[in-house]
């Protein structure tokens, strides 16, 4: 079994926990963590394709998509984050929720 | 042996992963997630990406964390206090208070474990051979750069990057939008800790360096622009915690200039290029190693300089909008 059978196996694991807690958990800060997991999930799994066939170097589309990807991840992150404090102040909600 | 090292890392992501999702308090939560995005950089180095480990560490792991913490100050601690009594553990167990009816959370874990098993079959399947690392190989000595991973982000696919350093900028924008206001206001009382203040003096120049010399290795190992530019983030950060408020001194069109410099130079530039008779975005070879760099430096500064104004909103979004006033 090599690394990036390892990795790329759990990067599933990783998409399929954070997919869960979308899902599961309903504070905004969880949410917006799961969706992070997912994406650290995905990444994983693109990271560890490109070192299968590494010849002098791993494939370095899949690394510099990934760098992109995170910047643009932490960004969508943060203007999540933004959201869920400004919805916090004007509302004093905390999570979705059906009952009130 | 290293087989054993690299099990042991992925089951400590997915146990961070999972424990993250668990915790009944968020603070844990917050603090579980930068030691999943730790444990993810360390299993990007056993991969070989360095260039990848620096930037979840950095950016992902770093200058999220910052921003959550941040947060922390907005919402209550207990995930679980609107139910009541915190030391419930059936509540906890369901993550977050807000325990799923059996119907749905059976049917959530049949489909997850479904999906599961058709991700693992698909990436047990896939086929080897294809991939770019032969095509990107060849062209590295007409590139201009010794990295591979460089210049695939600042030359094969300069659109890319770009277009990226666009989102970060649409990021700030939309934060400014919910903030309701694009006024940068000096820190309150926090920052009069003599002490905090000296060691945020002697690391500044430390930072600033360590930057740069990650924006220059970036040419021929791992590092370059989004790197650098979070380390001059954290210059920006660290001063203004030490009431050295940098966004709120400098003019209005001054803080719209460095904002810009960076979508803008590399657009101009890619338009030159076309001026020129290439395509977008096609460096000279015979010059492209030094616009890379120019390209690069312009762009750390305007990333630098957006993660700086992004925490500083961030940071006076839970003061009361007309409790200070405007330096602009």
Redesign the interface.
Known sequence: ?????????????????????V????????KI??T??MG?GV???L???????????????P??????G??????????A??????I??LTGK??F?NDK | M??LI??IL?IL??YL??Q??LAPR?PQ??FL?FA??LA?AL??V????V??AI??AA??AG??GV??ID?LR???HA?NK?QGNPTDNQKTL?????K?PWLP?VA??LG?GL??LI??EA??K?P???????L??EMLPVSGVGN??T???LN??GY??WL?IG??L??LL??VA??GTEVYRRPGMAARDPLLRQVILFFTPILFLFGAFLLYAGKAAPG?A?QAAVLWGAMGILLHLGGWPVFAVIPRWLRQLILALGLGAFLLMGFLFMAGGGALFEYPPAHAGVLILIVETLAAISIAAALTA?YT??NQ??EEPDQADSTN
């Not at chain 1, 990271?47 to 589309?61: H, K, N």
């Not at chain 2, 056993?46 to 990406?49: D, H, K, P, S």
């Not at chain 2, 080897?128 to 032969?134: F, I």
Request: charged fraction near 10%; charge should be negative; glycine fraction near 10%.
């Open positions: 079994m090599e690394t990036y059978q390892i990795y790329s196996l759990t990067s599933a694991v990783l998409f399929v926990i954070g997919l869960a807690g899902f599961a958990s309903g504070h905004f800060i969880k963590i799961a992070n997991i650290g990444f994983l799994c990271v560890s394709f490109s070192g299968r066939d590494a010849l002098a170097f791993a494939d370095p589309v690394h510099a998509l990934v760098i992109t995170i910047v643009v991840a932490v960004s969508s992150a943060a203007f984050l933004s959201l869920a404090r400004r916090k102040q905390e999570s929720s | 290293s087989v690299d099990i992925a992501a997915v992963a999972i993250c999702l968020l939560t917050m997630f999943f995005g993810l299993a990007w056993r991969l070989g990406a260039d990848v930037a979840e950016i992902a200058f999220l921003l959550m947060a907005d919402f209550s995930l609107r369901s993550g977050n208070g807000t799923l959370g959530l874990g997850l999906f599961l991700a693992l990436i047990w896939m080897d051979g294809g991939g770019l690392t032969v990107a190989g591979p991973v210049a695939v982000l094969y696919r890319d990057t990226e989102v970060i649409m990021a939309a934060i919910t903030g370059g989004f992004i909103l961030f979004m839970n």
